[in-house]
């Protein structure tokens, strides 16, 4: 069997953050090869990388023996590869067939008829057994029949490889039972699949072949007969080092959440009965992959997002007045007003402190001394506190909302992936302020899609799947 | 730095629509000044102008920096003033003057707000941008004076359609009987400072210029954005409501047709030039006040003087606002996944 693509030693960083570290790995025509591997380890910057969107810092690749075009989608495109991404390229005002018609464009001085420029699509959508309705407009297409547009789109140029990034974290059970069918029908043709995903059971279901990244590295690659779910987690997650401290139970009752429901932003059940109870000076860890209800979890906690159903409850005060402290995910959106200086995005919580305020009003050499402070305190490299925090580097911005959210001890600490993007010294540097947080009495709830950080943090860990707690990570949704 | 670079675009801008319009330069710009400065009529006059712009141009500055685009400021300054003119309709020769004048003042200032404060209630409850609402808004107030001074405030005595003009005891205070300068010119430099101390003193104005600089960062830390909104919308129509009863009982004294001079449309020029500042607002407000005095004089002279006006102001707000520095992007980029 002769590889159709191979890459060789490729290696990417973003910043910091080495993405990919001398990856090499070989595809074969008419086979599915799944690449595994836990958030961040370098999948979806691989897929990209093949098919065009990124260019690797190092390393080669080829595709029937000849160069890939790093760096050039549309060349990539040309020369068989296609990609069905996560995110849809759809135009949701657009029909079904106008979009289908988008990837199959004319000359700019022909008609454009969207039926006819779809037609091929459209056929092909017949042979594979799919229904398309041309005319509905695409954004009231049910998820999956969207996704089906992706794909008709992405084979619509005779493509040899089609990579999947993750396309079943939005179907539904029987749709993604459809889309397998789909896949295997396209592996008989002959075309190779590359196939992103996280879930064990499903890489089981339909891989040929399997390779597991992790941190960026390359760490094996195994036909499907060989292995097992648990032998694919081990890969995936290495061995779990042992928790910073044995678990005790003599911590002060603190934060008690009972059957706990939140709704998403698009209404749909994030957070399906949660109950967990956190303890004063307690890390708790709350695991899981993206999107099973972290963001939404953390949310309703830090009274960012209201709560469905079920009770909040913290030990001693009223949770309205109560001390939280709250480093959302996404630091560059939610963490920071980037076009405010550095005064002012540390002002995001000391506008609400008794101390620099009088009345309705700032005091300002009081806030002055407070800004000064946190900036030696917490070690941030700032020029003058008046300069934009989009001057900062991602570790230094990170240092201001830990510094606006620790320079008390909260009642209580609720972090979302604290450290992503980080340097190690940052890292370092934003794990030790929340140990000190717990250290001090605060309860802390620290959300991470990382392991190593629950494993050095927590005091224990629970995972969130699918809006639900268990008490390990389930194989099947690993 | 940025001053320089400002004035210095400011000047290239005026030059440049002098040499378009074929005027000669140094006379004309001789004129200009002479209007503008040259004797306490000129002075007086640049002052006056300036006084409507200074006080619209800080209400587009609270709107804005909320992230509220309120185009709005003409219909709100009309609304104001139709306000005032039915407190003053309804309290004329009840209230002694001094007393009334505030009266028309307050009511303007709220006619205004409401008018502003329904435009952000449409875009926080209902979607409607306030683009789009504060826009056709205009139009509905322009109407509405059309109406209000043919039919329920028009003065009875069959003269033109207007308001019952005000007594004299009632106007705001002027300081020589001769020129055109009023007490409103103190009113607005009040404003500048209070909007200052409000933008950058107090925990509003903060929460006010966190939801317009990241509406995501407001609501991550619990900032009820939505109030902060339509709260900055109400403070917006409140200044240019204001402007309205100032130019009322300032200078007109009446309310016609002819009423509305724009300045609420070039509140926006006034405010964008200011850099959505304060005090910025101060040095532009009385630049266009200057600019408009100086190209009366320039008009007596010579054809296009009041036409040449308007395209100069364009001229330097696009200059200055296409030099404006732009806010650097993020360094470093989120590594993907």
């Given at each position: 069997m002769t590889p159709i693509l191979r890459l060789r030693e490729v290696s990417k960083a973003y910043g910091p953050t080495v993405a990919l570290d001398r990856v090499s790995i070989d595809f074969a025509p008419n086979e599915v090869h799944a690449v595994l591997g836990e958030n961040g380890a370098g999948k979806s910057t691989l897929m990209n990388i093949i098919a065009g969107f990124v260019a690797p810092d190092s390393g080669e690749g080829t595709l029937r023996d000849l160069p890939l075009p790093f760096g050039r989608p549309f060349e990539a495109r040309r020369r068989g590869i296609a990609m069905v991404?996560?995110?849809?390229a759809l135009v949701p005002a657009f029909s079904a067939a106008e979009n289908l018609s988008l990837a199959n464009l004319r000359s700019p001085w022909q008609t454009h008829r969207p039926v006819r420029d779809a037609g091929h699509s459209l056929a092909l959508a017949e042979q594979l057994g799919w229904k398309v309705e041309p005319d509905r407009l695409t954004q009231d297409l049910p998820v999956g029949v969207q996704q089906r547009l992706e794909i008709l789109k992405a084979l619509s140029s005779d493509a040899e490889v089609v990579i999947f990034d993750e396309p079943t974290a939005v179907l539904t059970p029987d749709e993604v039972e459809d889309l397998f069918r789909v896949i295997r029908e396209l592996k008989d043709r002959g075309r190779t699949i590359i196939l992103i995903a996280h879930k064990l059971s499903e890489v089981m279901a339909?891989?040929?072949?399997?390779?597991?990244?992790?941190?960026g590295a390359f760490v094996a690659t195994a036909p499907i007969t060989d292995v097992d779910a648990d032998q694919l987690a081990t890969w995936m997650v290495g061995e779990v080092p042992g928790t910073r401290t044995p678990v005790s139970a003599s911590f002060e009752p603190g934060l008690r959440v009972t059957d706990l429901h939140v709704r998403g932003s698009r209404g749909e059940h994030a957070v399906r009965g949660v109950s967990f109870a956190i303890g004063k000076g307690e890390i708790l860890g709350i695991g899981g992959v993206d999107g099973n209800g972290q963001v939404e979890l953390a949310e309703a906690l830090a009274r960012v997002r209201p709560t469905a159903a079920g009770s909040i409850y913290l030990t001693g005060c009223d949770l309205e007045e109560a001390n939280l402290a709250y480093i959302p995910q996404d630091r560059q959106s939610d963490g920071l007003a980037l076009s405010m200086s550095i005064r002012d995005n540390l002002l995001i919580t000391g506008h609400r402190r008794r101390e620099l305020t009088r009345g309705p009003f700032l005091r300002r050499r009081a806030i002055e001394r407070w800004t000064g402070d946190l900036v030696d305190r917490f070690q941030i490299k700032v020029g003058s506190v008046r300069d934009p925090v989009s001057s900062l580097s991602g570790g230094n911005q990170q240092k201001v909302v830990v510094a606006r959210s620790l320079d008390q001890i909260p009642d209580l600490l609720i972090a979302v992936n604290p450290t992503r993007g980080l340097d190690v010294r940052a890292t370092d540097y934003v794990h030790s302020q929340i140990v000190a947080a717990a250290d001090a009495g605060a309860v802390v709830a620290l959300f991470s899609t990382d392991?190593?950080?629950?494993?050095?943090?927590?005091?224990?860990?629970v995972f969130l799947s699918r809006g639900q707690l268990t008490d390990h990570l389930v194989g099947g949704d690993a | 730095m940025r001053l320089l670079a400002t004035v210095a675009a400011l000047g290239l801008a005026l030059v440049l629509t002098l040499l378009v319009f074929g005027l000669p330069v140094a006379d004309s710009l001789r004129l200009l000044g002479e209007g503008a400065f040259g004797d306490k009529f000129g002075i007086s006059r640049t002052l006056a102008k300036a006084t409507p712009l200074l006080l619209t141009g800080l209400g587009m500055v609270i709107a804005w920096r909320a992230g509220m685009y309120n185009i709005g400021g003409e219909g709100q300054l009309i609304v104001g003033a139709i306000g005032g003119a039915a407190v003053a309709a309804a309290l004329m020769g009840k209230v002694v003057g001094p007393v009334l004048n505030p009266l028309i003042l307050a009511a303007a200032m709220a006619a205004g707000a409401m008018w502003s404060g329904f435009a952000g209630w449409l875009q926080v409850a209902r979607g409607v941008?306030?683009?789009?609402?504060?826009?056709?808004?205009?139009?509905?107030?322009i109407q509405l004076l059309a109406w209000t001074v043919q039919g329920p405030l028009r003065r009875s005595d069959g003269g033109l359609p207007q308001t019952v003009p005000l007594p004299a005891d009632t106007m705001l205070l002027k300081f020589d009987r001769q020129l055109d300068l009023h007490f409103g010119l103190v009113i607005a430099v009040v404003a500048v400072l209070l909007v200052t101390a409000f933008l950058y003193g107090t925990r509003s104005g903060f929460r006010l210029r966190?939801?317009?600089?990241?509406?995501?960062?407001?609501?991550?830390?619990?900032?009820?954005s939505e109030r902060v909104a339509i709260g900055s919308m109400m403070l917006s129509g409140a200044l240019c409501g204001l402007a309205g009863g100032v130019e009322y009982t300032g200078i007109t004294g009446t309310l016609g047709t002819g009423f509305p001079q724009g300045w609420g449309f070039l509140a926006i020029p006034v405010a964008l030039l200011g850099g959505l500042h304060p005090l910025g607002v101060l040095l532009s407000g009385l630049y266009f006040g200057a600019l408009f005095a100086g190209s009366e004089n320039l008009a007596r002279f010579s054809t296009g003087g009041t036409t040449l006006i308007y395209v100069i102001q364009a001229a330097a707000v696009l200059a200055v606002v296409a030099?404006?520095?732009?806010?650097?992007?993020?360094?470093?980029?989120?590594?993907?996944?």
């Open positions: 991404h996560q995110h849809f339909i891989a040929d072949r399997v390779t597991v990244l992790r941190r392991r190593d950080e629950l494993a050095a943090l927590a005091h224990r860990t | 941008p306030a683009v789009i609402s504060t826009i056709l808004l205009n139009f509905v107030a966190l939801v317009g600089a990241s509406p995501t960062a407001a609501r991550a830390n619990r900032i009820p030099l404006a520095p732009r806010a650097k992007p993020a360094k470093i980029k989120e590594a993907a996944a």
